[in-house]
């Protein structure tokens, strides 16, 4: 079953290099979005040096490595799962020999794979010819970073999983998933880092699985998290990927009993 897992990993990979065309536009768009936010908040910072506790250079990499970070754990599974549930699909699922909520993380997976490989990385490289980007020379910031960065994929298509599911239930959840991947982006962290929110609203975000996707490996990446207090933010991770086993486990078991399809 272990060796099924990896050839859907490696079936996603390679259906993902079918779509050159976008591989190579989102390489462009992606590096337009990181200069568009380098000069707004350049502009933001003007004559100060310290803002939210980062400096205008832990700013310029917190933002690069946040959205080719993004191209990473973004996958679009959600809409995936309820297309599948809205066309009855997803009734053969429940007779094949394996996990449907395994299958389709290892489907993201493939996904995220390739745009690390193929995006992430050589627009990184991009981005640090055209912005003032600080890389970190600790080998062992990249690799918690690293680490950081799996478990914010796995987050991710946690909630994406759960959100998408949710079809069994509402039959149409389309603006479940757009108010979802708004509230993503923004609590993240990817639009605004955590700490220029407010005192209540950065308490009340403590309290949210987003900072774990976005903020937290941005933190370490730039330097804002060091020493000890980057194992915590680490295990604030892993106990939310634990956590959100559980929505998880009960939804998919209660939509197994709700499955109809629309239309015949």
Same mark, same amino acid.
């Given at each position: 079953?272990?060796?099924?897992?990896? *050839?859907?990993?490696?079936?996603?990979?390679?259906?993902?290099?079918?779509?050159?065309?976008?591989?190579?536009?989102?390489?462009?768009?992606?590096?337009?979005?990181?200069?568009?936010?380098?000069?707004?908040? @350049? #502009?933001?910072?003007?004559?100060?040096?310290?803002?939210?506790? !980062?400096?205008?250079?832990?700013?310029?990499?917190?933002?690069?490595?946040?959205? !080719?970070?993004?191209?990473?754990?973004?996958?679009?599974?959600?809409?995936?799962?309820?297309?599948?549930? @809205?066309?009855?699909?997803? #009734?053969? %699922?429940?007779?094949?020999?394996?996990?449907?909520?395994?299958?389709?993380?290892?489907?993201?997976?493939?996904?995220?794979?390739?745009?690390?490989?193929?995006?992430?990385?050589?627009? &990184?490289?991009?981005?640090?010819?055209?912005?003032?980007? %600080?890389?970190?020379?600790?080998?062992?910031?990249?690799?918690?970073?690293?680490? &950081?960065?799996?478990? =914010?994929?796995?987050?991710?298509?946690?909630?994406?999983?759960?959100?998408?599911?949710?079809?069994?239930?509402?039959?149409?959840?389309?603006? &479940?998933?757009?108010?979802?991947?708004?509230?993503? *982006?923004?609590? =993240?962290?990817?639009?605004?880092?955590? =700490?220029?929110?407010?005192?209540?609203?950065?308490?009340? &975000?403590?309290?949210?699985?987003?900072?774990?996707?976005?903020?937290?490996?941005?933190?370490?990446?730039?330097?804002?998290?060091?020493?000890?207090?980057?194992?915590?933010?680490?295990?604030?991770?892993?106990?939310?990927?634990?956590?959100?086993?559980?929505?998880?486990?009960?939804?998919?078991?209660?939509?197994?009993?709700?499955?109809?399809? %629309?239309?015949?």
């Amino acid at each position: 079953m272990f060796s099924a897992y990896l *050839d859907i990993i490696r079936i996603r990979f390679l259906m993902m290099l079918a779509y050159r065309v976008n591989y190579y536009s989102g390489i462009i768009i992606y590096a337009l979005n990181i200069g568009a936010y380098y000069f707004l908040w @350049k #502009a933001i910072y003007g004559t100060k040096e310290l803002l939210g506790g !980062m400096t205008v250079t832990q700013m310029t990499t917190y933002v690069a490595v946040s959205w !080719m970070a993004r191209a990473f754990y973004f996958n679009n599974l959600d809409r995936e799962i309820a297309s599948e549930i @809205k066309d009855g699909s997803v #009734a053969i %699922q429940f007779i094949r020999p394996y996990n449907y909520i395994v299958v389709k993380m290892m489907q993201g997976l493939g996904e995220g794979l390739f745009r690390f490989f193929l995006f992430s990385v050589p627009g &990184m490289v991009i981005v640090a010819f055209l912005f003032p980007v %600080q890389l970190p020379s600790d080998p062992l910031t990249w690799l918690i970073f690293l680490a &950081m960065l799996f478990f =914010s994929f796995l987050i991710n298509t946690q909630i994406n999983i759960i959100t998408g599911l949710f079809a069994f239930f509402l039959e149409n959840n389309e603006g &479940m998933m757009r108010m979802k991947r708004v509230t993503v *982006d923004l609590f =993240s962290g990817l639009v605004v880092p955590m =700490s220029f929110f407010p005192g209540w609203a950065q308490d009340l &975000m403590n309290l949210l699985p987003f900072p774990a996707i976005t903020y937290l490996p941005g933190s370490v990446f730039t330097g804002k998290v060091a020493g000890s207090a980057v194992y915590n933010v680490f295990a604030v991770q892993m106990i939310w990927f634990v956590l959100l086993i559980v929505p998880l486990y009960v939804l998919w078991r209660g939509a197994r009993t709700r499955l109809f399809v %629309q239309g015949g």
